[in-house]
């Protein structure tokens, strides 16, 4: 298999990407044998949304990343034309891949299969094929499914489907050994209306309340929401023991506020942290087929990963602990940003921290190069990323109000991509870029109070991309 691909101005550096090919959802994320286990949609024939095989990565430490070859193909009846998104679980030491198979048949029907594959090394998957009967009530669009054990033993499995009054929901089996599943129903008594499908459903369990995480798509934009082409969001609450979930009076609260975060996937290592990757992709057709690096031969690439946890009545999100490894020597630049219109940046990888000692920022706009802009309103927290679109190359925004007023900001940055956590990961932004002039550069402008102090610190961030990995063949 050629894992070759040109190098080009927008590589990403120490994300997850494709080797060639478009890469979508993350899936089977697990740690199994002494190694975590990211597996992710890839189409290795082209950058459309077709014949989608699993693509495998392995890694000891969640940074250096080894790519092997597909663990799930489409070559059998039951998933011929894509092994779609699913999960793994360790159990009795072999790998359990659960996924959607899915079929277009002679006369255009669609249909999906839930099934199983199996594995003794995480590196050899034996297909067992289908494992539940469709269930009635439910149109061909039932898939993703997301397995897990609970205290008392039993597992669960909830899959993203559509009501047949074409209505999203997400649907609940149990089983006791993994291989025999019963329906149990509904997730949720009474499902709210969002929109028209329910994708990539995750039920995470923390130790002081139940998150529920989900991709509905067909949600008309309200305000500052539902601004992408399709959200993804949660609600909090408790999974009781018979398979319910009661939601809190929240309400569904996205994720991530930036422009291209969706079908998140969480699993929890063996330090007890619950971390999540999402795919950085969503987005219009004509928007995707625009995006430069389509001319290098790939397409999309995974968030970093991130530790999740619930405080203060909010998700919270964290880049993990991990990429400090990533760090090179640490550059301070005190108020330089206040005094300089510019400052260029020595490489496009870089970690940048802005933390205000004074315990809140004053109004400000942060740009980088002339393409993105961050800009903070103190009076209402009001907190706002514009980007160019490279396909109309016009302005376009997100927006978010805080909690809290703003007091630190985190930013992962790539030649072609930004990850942006806000107060310590109380909101997140993430999205994709295309500068059009390199070397890259920041400035900073303020109606700036003297008595206030800002620290700002620049890491330049070492390259762990797929030319500075180890590939390797089973």
């Known amino acids: 298999m050629n894992l070759s691909v040109k190098e080009d101005l927008y590589d990403v550096k120490y994300h997850i990407r494709p080797p060639h090919g478009l890469l979508n959802d993350p899936n089977g994320l697990t740690y199994f044998k002494g190694v975590y286990h990211v597996f992710f949609q890839w189409n290795q024939k082209g950058t459309t949304h077709h014949n989608k095989s ?5 890694s000891k430490n969640l940074i250096d990343w080894v790519y092997l070859d597909p663990a799930l193909e489409p070559k059998d009846w039951f998933d011929k034309d894509g092994c779609y998104s699913g999960s793994a679980i360790e159990y009795n030491g072999k790998l359990f891949l659960f996924y959607t198979g899915n079929v277009s048949t002679k006369s255009g029907e669609r249909k999906s299969y839930q099934c199983l594959a199996t594995s003794r090394d995480g590196m050899h998957f034996e297909k067992k094929g289908p494992i539940l009967e469709h269930p009635k009530g439910y149109t061909s669009h039932v898939r993703d499914p997301k397995v897990w054990q609970d205290t008392n033993h039993i597992w669960w499995m909830i899959l993203g489907a559509q009501t047949q009054d074409l209505k999203g929901t997400c649907i609940l089996y149990r089983s006791d050994n993994l291989k025999n599943w019963t329906f149990v129903g509904p997730l949720m008594q009474s499902s709210p209306s969002l929109g028209y499908m329910w994708e990539c459903p995750d039920m995470i369990l923390l130790e002081n309340k139940d998150i529920f995480i989900f991709s509905p798509q067909g949600l008309s934009p309200k305000g500052d929401f539902y601004q992408n082409i399709y959200q993804t969001g949660y609600f909090s609450g408790m999974f009781k023991k018979d398979g319910t979930f009661i939601k809190d009076k929240n309400d569904f609260t996205e994720l991530d506020r930036g422009f291209e975060f969706y079908a998140p996937q969480s699993f929890v290592d063996p330090k007890g942290r619950r971390i999540v990757f999402g795919w950085m992709g969503t987005m219009k057709p004509e928007l995707e087929q625009a995006v430069p690096t389509i001319s290098n031969g790939w397409l999309h690439h995974l968030s970093l990963p991130r530790k999740i946890e619930w405080k203060n009545n909010h998700l919270y999100q964290h880049p993990i602990s991990e990429l400090h490894s990533l760090r090179k020597e ?3 630049i005190g108020d330089t940003l206040k005094r300089k219109k510019n400052l260029e940046l020595s490489s496009p990888q ?11 920022a004053e109004n400000f706009v942060f740009h980088i190069s002339k393409e993105v802009a961050i800009q903070y309103s103190k009076d209402r927290k009001r907190f706002t990323v514009e980007r160019t679109n490279w396909l109309t190359h016009k302005k376009e925004t997100r927006n978010v109000i805080l909690k809290n007023s703003l007091w630190h900001l985190q930013i992962f940055m790539e030649s072609s991509s930004l990850e942006i956590f806000i107060n310590k990961g109380e909101e997140v932004f993430s999205l994709r ?3 059009q002039n390199f070397p890259l550069s920041i400035g900073f402008e303020t109606d700036w109070n003297q008595q206030n102090s800002l620290d700002t610190i620049i890491y330049p961030l070492k390259s762990n991309s797929i030319d500075k990995c180890i590939l390797q063949k089973r």
Do not use: A, D, R
């Open 54 to 58: 699993w693509g495998h990565v392995i």
């Open 330 to 332: 640490k550059i301070s």
């Open 350 to 360: 870089n970690e940048i921290l802005l933390c205000w000692n004074s315990n809140h």
């Open 433 to 435: 870029y295309f500068p």
